[in-house]
Structure formats: structure tokens, C-alpha cells
């Protein structure tokens, strides 16, 4: 039985990677972060924001977290992303989400011999264990254009481009701030952890880095 635990920074490559590998070696892939940006689109749906008992509704959305939507609603969103990152930082959220990706790591392992979990925190906290871990990175600009390309925008003016660029910039500066600063399961590689920055590869690249390793191992 193989584990696979990715983590890194925000457009880094990381969820790409994690697909692609699911793909190769037909294990389960699963996105952590959308555990945490489906009970911030809660919150914000449900306009909780501004509750003084945000810790406590947070975990109550999570407690009744379904995987089947994780798919169905829109978590790509700035708003989400920013609120995901605050809330992660709540001791008892994180044990309750924590528990629900080990049981998927499990329940995928039983079923199909391995399991692939990418986020900020597997190597470290979630899968101590795993067979491979991977730390993925890249300059904040390069994740920033990346984010910027996939919102597919037709810009009539370069300024504006320019600006959203910037505003990209700066907030994902903010969230690997909170992510790396925050006092449990900061985003840190594990001691154990290849770590590989894809400022200057592509997806393609990356897959082959990361199979070679898997492949020389296995
Ligand atoms: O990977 P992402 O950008 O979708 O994650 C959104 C936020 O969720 C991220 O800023 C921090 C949090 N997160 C976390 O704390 N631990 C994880 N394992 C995954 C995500």
C-alpha cells in the first residue's frame, strides 16, 4: 500500500501534480484545501463571517462536510481562499477535518492499494508515515500569473491586468503568511520531503521529476 503526501504553496503545481499521479498509478487523489474553502463557502454563504463563535460554527459545518460537494460548488474564489486560510488556523476545525481526510487516506488505501493527499500539512501531520512526500514551491509571481491564467480574463486594458496581477500577488503573500506563521501544522516541508520548485518547469516536467523518484523506490 503507497502513500503519497503533497504539500506546498498556493499555485505551486501541487494539485496538478496530484491528479496526474492519480491518474498514472490509479490511486485516489484528494484536495485538502477544499475541505477547509467548502466551510469557508459556508460561512460566507450562510453570512457567519462575523460571529464572535466562528471557530465553533466552522466545526459545525465540518462535521456535516460531504465529499460529493466538494465538486459541485465554487471554492476557487479570492473570498474563499482568503477566509479557508483564517479558519485554518482553529485547533479544533483542524481535528475535526483532520479526522476525515485520515479516514479517506484509509478507506482509499483498503480499497485501492494507495492514496495521494495533497495541502499544507500531510507529510507533517496527517501522513507522518507516508512512503513519499513531496514539497512543491515556485516564486510568488509565477503562482500569481498562474492563478491569473486559469481565471481566464480578457483584459481590455494592460493596467488592469497589471492590477489583478498585483492583487493576486499580494494575497496569496498574506496566505502563505497565515499558512507558514500559524502555531499548528504550519506549511513547512517534512525532514523527509523532496522538495522541488516549479518556477521554471512545467506540469509535464514535474510529473516525470516525481515519477522518477516514485519509480526508483518503489
Ligand atoms: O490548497 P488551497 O489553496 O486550496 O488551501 C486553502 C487554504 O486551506 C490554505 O490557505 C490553508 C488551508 N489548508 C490547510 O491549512 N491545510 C491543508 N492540509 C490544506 C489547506
Redesign the pocket.
Known amino acids: 500500500m503507497i502513500e503519497i503526501a503533497i504539500?506546498g504553496t498556493?499555485?505551486s503545481g501541487?494539485?496538478t501534480l496530484g491528479k496526474k499521479l492519480s491518474d498514472k498509478y490509479s490511486f485516489p487523489y484528494l484536495?485538502?484545501?477544499?475541505?477547509?474553502?467548502k466551510v469557508a463557502h459556508e460561512l460566507i454563504k450562510d453570512n457567519k463571517i462575523n460571529t464572535t463563535k466562528l471557530e465553533q460554527t466552522s466545526c459545525d459545518f465540518a462535521m456535516i462536510l460531504n465529499f460529493k460537494e466538494l465538486k459541485n460548488t465554487n471554492?476557487r474564489t479570492e473570498d474563499v481562499?482568503k477566509l479557508?486560510?483564517k479558519i485554518?488556523t482553529f485547533p479544533n476545525l483542524?481535528k475535526i477535518?483532520n479526522n476525515k481526510?485520515k479516514e479517506f487516506n484509509n478507506s482509499s488505501k483498503k480499497k485501492f492499494g494507495g492514496c495521494i493527499?495533497?495541502?499544507?500539512?500531510?507529510g507533517t501531520t496527517?501522513l507522518p508515515n507516508a512512503d513519499f512526500k513531496f514539497y512543491i514551491t515556485a516564486s510568488l509571481e509565477i503562482r500569481a500569473k498562474r492563478r491569473l491564467l486559469e481565471k481566464n480574463i480578457s483584459f481590455l486594458h494592460e493596467n488592469d491586468e497589471k492590477c489583478m496581477l498585483q492583487a493576486l500577488m499580494n494575497n496569496m503573500r498574506e496566505?502563505d503568511r497565515?499558512?507558514s506563521n500559524?502555531k499548528i501544522?504550519p506549511?513547512i516541508p517534512a525532514k523527509d520531503a523532496y522538495v522541488i520548485d516549479t518556477t521554471s518547469i512545467n506540469p509535464e516536467e514535474l510529473l516525470l521529476k516525481v515519477a522518477d523518484i516514485i519509480e526508483r523506490k518503489k
Open positions: 504539500d498556493a499555485a501541487k494539485g484536495d485538502t484545501g477544499l475541505l477547509y474553502r471554492l481562499a479557508a486560510s485554518a483542524r477535518l481526510q493527499l495533497d495541502g499544507r500539512d500531510i496527517i496566505r497565515l499558512d500559524r501544522s506549511l
